[in-house]
Nanobody
Framework: VQLQASGRGWVQAGDSLRLSCAAS????????MGWFRQAPGKAREFVAG????????RYANSVKDRFTISRDNVKNTLYLQMDSLKPEDTAKYYC???????????????????WGQGTLVTVSS
């Protein structure tokens, strides 16, 4: 699976932004997909994950009720709708693919074998 993220932007606090991640490869629909982010000087962290069929979904507490992850298994595309953005959401965002069918691995970045190049999101106050 090859992944290409898009949707980088510089926005103000309270704005919305949607990230997309186009995937190539016939196995996309059979992979768990996730979004991760890495802020300057910090470790990469889990943001959201979605199981192969579209459910279940998991979110980090810091983005719950503000971010929405979704996938289109026909278009082979993963999305992250980000609303009510905060300055602390500033980070490089990565999409990733996890071939495991084990639900408990969804939040574990070590289980993700394929990574996009990352797209930068900057939120100003």
């Amino acid at each position: 699976v090859q992944l290409q993220a898009s949707g980088r932007g510089w926005v103000q606090a309270g704005d919305s932004l949607r990230l997309s991640c186009a995937a190539s490869g016939r196995t996309y629909s059979r992979t768990t997909m996730g979004w991760f982010r890495q802020a300057p000087g910090k470790a990469r962290e889990f943001v959201a994950g979605i199981f192969r069929s579209g459910t279940p979904i998991r979110y980090a507490n810091s983005v719950k009720d503000r971010f929405t992850i979704s996938r289109d298994n026909v278009k082979n595309t993963l999305y992250l709708q980000m609303d009510s953005l905060k300055p602390e959401d500033t980070a490089k965002y990565y999409c990733a693919a996890n071939p495991s069918a084990i639900l408990s691995t969804m939040t574990d970045q070590g289980q993700y074998n394929y990574w996009g190049q990352g797209t930068l999101v900057t939120v100003s106050s």
